[in-house]
Nanobody
Framework: QVQLVESGGGLVQPGGSLRLSCACSGFVFSTYAMRWYRQPPGKERELVAFITGDGRLTNYADSVKGRFTIFRDNDKNTVYLQMTSLESEDTAVYYC??????????WGQGTQVTVSS
């Protein structure tokens, strides 16, 4: 059974940092690319960051480039999102995701990040 479990969200002041984690199980983690998405209040879900299975390639939404870093530990079956210089616009529910085929993709339950003073 594939499971993705996010953690690490919370309330942070503008300019602060948070590290999100997504612990994965039920599949060969190192085989699959991973993604972080977010859904701000009242808006659609958007792709934030991507990392290949071996961790060598990453890509980011323009809005987070230079502030967020995606990385993974294949020994721990965990993908991370390090977020720095947080802004109020980063407030959202953050989800990790993996796509195994056209008909098989999986999501975590999400973790809330609120950036506010």
């Amino acid at each position: 059974q594939v499971q993705l479990v996010e953690s690490g969200g919370g309330l942070v002041q503008p300019g602060g940092s948070l590290r999100l984690s997504c612990a994965c199980s039920g599949f060969v983690f190192s085989t699959y690319a991973m993604r972080w998405y977010r859904q701000p209040p009242g808006k659609e879900r958007e792709l934030v960051a991507f990392i290949t299975g071996d961790g060598r390639l990453t890509n980011y939404a323009d809005s987070v480039k230079g502030r967020f870093t995606i990385f993974r530990d294949n020994d721990k079956n965990t993908v991370y999102l390090q977020m720095t210089s947080l802004e109020s616009e980063d407030t959202a529910v953050y989800y990790c995701n993996t796509v195994m085929s056209r008909s098989r993709q999986y999501w975590g339950q999400g973790t809330q990040v609120t950036v506010s003073s």
